[in-house]
């Protein structure tokens, strides 16, 4: 391996020395994601990155790509740094591909209804682009203000629109991806149908970043919708709210998107934004389509509404939220921490989820809030959160609450999402005697391990002598179970809210 | 029945020094019409090795079994043979020692054509006999078992509240599994068939029980989504075994309504402007007078026919009708009371399948819905090229795609598919944003970046496939 010395020498010449970083705040910056973590960690990994790298173009990229081969140091590549367990942050140091500079649209073909746009673009940002020129994405992340195009393909994420148009995978035509060998694929024809033959593209959706760096992606557009109209409904318990959901989807109405955010949500709003929603157990719709569709489906709402003991909020609580969509997660201020839960659970099963996952917030003495919302009409994503703060000894343990509801979703028929640096004891789980399949696809992609190893279908360390280089998957899921366990024997509930409170009246 | 197989094998012919002067195309040619008289001697051998054995499934034991005991690792005497070993079954099937042998899925009903080279003197897999359906209490998801006809499915998804969302654009007697090992043309409006997979059930190449994805709910973000990569060249990965669909509720209200039109350009203005509203239907089909003949042989057939399903609340389907019409502004003729093709009893169906699957079908066109009248026009002075009645069977997409299956009134022998497929292909070049998505096409296809996409499948198809047991690669 050669030093870093020459490793940054090599860097600067490709890139010129104001596209790679490598201060001690750069480095600490991009060492975690959305999810911070515990200084312990470091014990295990080197979450810091030897170098941030900053590429303009694929060309570059594929030269960062060759230069591992010199340096031996690990390419991690990044997106917004959105995710939650660990899929964008280097376990062994090395180069840190942050994509955000490549953030231009190629392409954009209004008679095709297509985009090619380079992945470190945000959803918002190609969002309003397209909707510029007319057309529309039909599916959006839940943080599209921050997540870019290739990472939320890297995460397979699904969010808004997603019942009605598909999810992120439905959206995606063909990847430009450069290969760990330095070259550059595209993974389809874009011509070509979903599930065509010689179709790579779906070895892509939840890679996080491990077969390959996407450098960019043409995406199918949709024509926008005449009319897009919110409206909420609240209710008496989370159980009702889960099976109204049930009900709308059985009526055969499609709404953009249909979710359902619990009281304790709103308690955390309305903490922070005194104009927020009174706290409940709430329904948002979108409804979308032409007008006269757009008022039967509302009709039917309003006819299903009342069975569940559900009553229709005021045309602005709605219209808030709908403005709101992409700020989910503010109660993060009131905490310093914030996880997320990402599962998916059938649809079938969707009040119990829910059920669950309240009855874990409880029992792990946390202050959480859930957020679930169909994906189709069959599975539903279940994405409670909980407040955490990492200053304290047990901030870190609330990652026992995310191992807790996946188990919870298992047992429901569903998975949890995403698998990173953190969940990959999972893998065996959800996928049985196909989880080897996941290991043929890496060798095949990445024999030599060049980029982002150590995660997906295994856990290295930051050690690299024999016996620790890594940690077999099930002793994580033992130290998250340990987690779970000190949450449980915690004295005293978390209460985040009151102390946030008294904070702000002593300022 | 492998793509993967028939790529590889003209990759590795292409090699040989006495082939490597025939241009990739003339071999494909030779090899698809078995020309013997340009072929070596070894390779009309290997063409000429069909399956020894076809093994009616009835359940899943059996091809586990059948997997160990191709791979060695168990007695012929499980399968009821009087056998001693490994040996006597490859002595029984004729297969040399330096020979790889195994199994392949036999389709119910191919729209198309056969593959190249075929299993060497290996297993054949029957599903006929294995055609269950498993509807769970609550949620709309089915476990279909492969050999199912899909008719069977969507009539009792129906009468158990639910609606089969894919639907056969060319509706031929197909079972489900023959869109998971064969070449059905399963498609809603929504997308196409993959995205309604959520799991399917599998036998690995090690015999073990295997479940690629879940069954109750949506695979996403749980590693590299194997499932949907692999799911258009299954059975070369696993074989399947029953597939685990989502379905979608069935609607309070369904219609479907007919409009013709006598004029390709209205009909291009017309599809291509439903595709651009905010409308969702379970499918859109397209037929030109031919097709619809054969669809409907008591109607007389106008130049086109465009069949839209509509679905909704009852209070709905008048305000969506109305944005229906709106949108397919320039019909002929607007009909409420022609049965759609799915609708019908089992037999009927089974007639009109009987009717269609005469034609030569070659493979599907999928084109910007605005040129389907450009591809109706094409397609009419290629049949008079070739002195052969030609008509198409079409559906659209809400992505604006219109994915049509030409078939031509010709004998269904190699040579006609051939020459006939090549004319197609020429003549969607000339349709900008046109692609001929078959076989035959994928195979003449030289693009580098395809090329290397096949070159990663067959390793990936390697590893999974490690016994060399499921449709084993072969080289001339």
Redo the contacts between chains.
Sequence with gaps: MANTDYAYRRLVNTLGPERVARTEFDRMVYSHDFASLPKIALLQWRLYPDFVVLPQTTEEVSAIVRLSDESGLPIVPRGGGTGWYGGAVPNRGGVLVDMRKMNKVRAFDP???TVTVEAGATWQDVAEYVDARGLALPSLPTNAMASTIGGAIN????GFGAF????T??VVRDLEVVLPDD?V?????A?????????????????EGT?GVITAATL?L?????LMKPVAYAFKGTEEAATFIQAV??????PYHLSLLDREHFVFERALHADSPEPADLVLACL???K??V???E??LDALAPKFRGTKRPPEEPEYLWDHRFRMYSARRMSRGLIVA?N??????LPEACATARRLIRRMKLNGAVHTFP?????AILAPYVLTDDTTPSGGTALGYVKKLGDAAFEL???????GLFMVFN?RT?????AP??A??????DPKRKVNPGK??EVWTKYTFPGLRAVPPPAMRVGLDLAAFFRRIKPTQDKFVRAYERRKEVE | MG?LRDWNYIEAATEIPALSEMIREALIHALFVRNDRVLPREIIADLTRAPAVTVKVKDDTDIRKLVQVLNGEESTLSLGLPAEDYNYFRTQLGVGKDREIGLTVRPRTLLTYDWLVPEQRGVQLDFSAFAALTF?E????VLAQMGTPWKTLYDEAIAKGHLVPTVPTVPLSFAIGDAVCGDAPLASY??????YV?ALRTV?AFG?????G????????????????T???APEFYIPVEVAL???????ARKAITYTYDDPAKLSAALDKL??????FPWVHVADATAAALLRPSIAPDPFTVQVCL???V??LP??E??LDAALAGFKLKVADVPNPYDVSAADYDKAAKRIERGLFVG?I?L?A?SAGDLATRLKALGQQVASKVGFFASLR????L?SFPFFDHPKDRTHIYDLSKGVARLVEKIP???F?S?LG?LWNE?P??R???R??R??KL??DSPHVLEPLVRP
């Design positions: 008679q095709a209804r995460s397979d994420v699904v009605r148009n598909g999810a995978r439905q070259r694929l595209h993974t389809a024809r011509g070509d149908a979903v599930g065509s033959y010689a179709d790579l593209t779906p070895f892509f959706f939840g890679a077969l199918r949709d024509p926008k919708p005449d989807v059985d009526s055969g109405v499609q979308a389509g032409p006269d569709d008022a039967d489906q009709k039917t990402n998916v659970v059938p649809l079938a099963r994906m189709d009409a069959a599975s028929g569903g998975h949890p999402m995403g698998l893998l959800m996928h049985g005697r196909a399949y996941t043929y696809v890496k060798d095949v992609f997906t279908i | 793509l769970p609550k949620g709309h998801t929504d997308g196409e068939f993959p995205a959520n690995s073990h029980r295997t479940r690629v879940f069954e109750e709910a949506s695979n996403n973000g749980t590693g590299y989504d194997v499932l949907h990569a799911l258009p060249l989502r379905l979608t509720p069935k609607p309070a595709a651009r509203t905010s409308l969702r679905a909704g609340t209070s709905g305000g969506r109305k944005a599907e999928r910007p605005a809400a992505s604006g795609t994915s944003g046109a692609v998505v076989r994928h693009d970046a395809y290397e996409r096949m990663l499948f390793e990936i590893r999974f």
